[in-house]
C-alpha cells in the first residue's frame, strides 16, 4: 500500500510535534514545516498529497 504524503504547516512548534505523534497511522507519512516559507520550501522539492495548515501564522496566511 502507497503511503500518503502530508504536509502539516503550523507556526507552533509544539502543537507540530504534538499533532505528528497523535497522527500515527502506517498509511501516513508526516511531514512538518513551521513558516510558510518553509512549507513552499518542501513543496518545491516534493509533491504532497494532502496539506494540513494553520490558518493564523505571522507575515502570511494559511491560503497562501
Known amino acids: 500500500m ?9 507556526d ?12 500515527q497511522d502506517e498509511r501516513l507519512n508526516i511531514h512538518s514545516a ?3 516559507p518553509e512549507a513552499k520550501n518542501k ?3 516534493k ?3 494532502c496539506i ?7 507575515g502570511k496566511d ?3
Open 43 to 45: 513543496i518545491s522539492e
Open 47 to 49: 509533491q504532497f498529497d
Open 12 to 23: 507552533d512548534k509544539s502543537f507540530l510535534k504534538m499533532a505528528s505523534s497523535l497522527i
Open 62 to 64: 494559511g491560503l497562501y
Open 2 to 10: 502507497d503511503q500518503i504524503d502530508v504536509l502539516h504547516v503550523d
Open 52 to 58: 494540513l495548515s494553520d490558518y493564523y501564522m505571522p
Open 34 to 36: 513551521n513558516s510558510v
